[in-house]
């Protein structure tokens, strides 16, 4: 028989790791869409001279982006491994033989 009360745990365990996750995409998202914005901006004021790649500073934009917001990216990326770590420990006690102590 499943025990449904040592379900509920796992479920909200995962539920809030798949939350954080769609977080850490949102805030990815936002910044390539930033740095898409910039680099664009900085491409047509200086169409005179050209940079070596529109790439390669494209890139260089977004790791800049990245790092002024590395505090709440890596709180965020420190949440998701230490779910992964819950999770992971929620599905090893499942598989574990669960032993009644002799009364």
Known sequence: MIDI???RPLAKAISA???TQR???CLTRQIAARAGRQATTVKVRSRAR???SPRLYHREIVDRLAFERWVE????ACR???Q???I???LHRDREPVLHPAI
């Open 5 to 7: 009360r040592l379900l």
């Open 23 to 25: 977080h850490l995409d």
């Open 84 to 86: 992964e770590q819950v």
């Open 88 to 90: 992971g420990a929620f």
């Open 73 to 76: 990216l890596d709180m965020i």
């Open 80 to 82: 998701l491994a230490m």
């Open 50 to 52: 050209r940079r070596s």
């Open 17 to 19: 790791r798949r939350e």
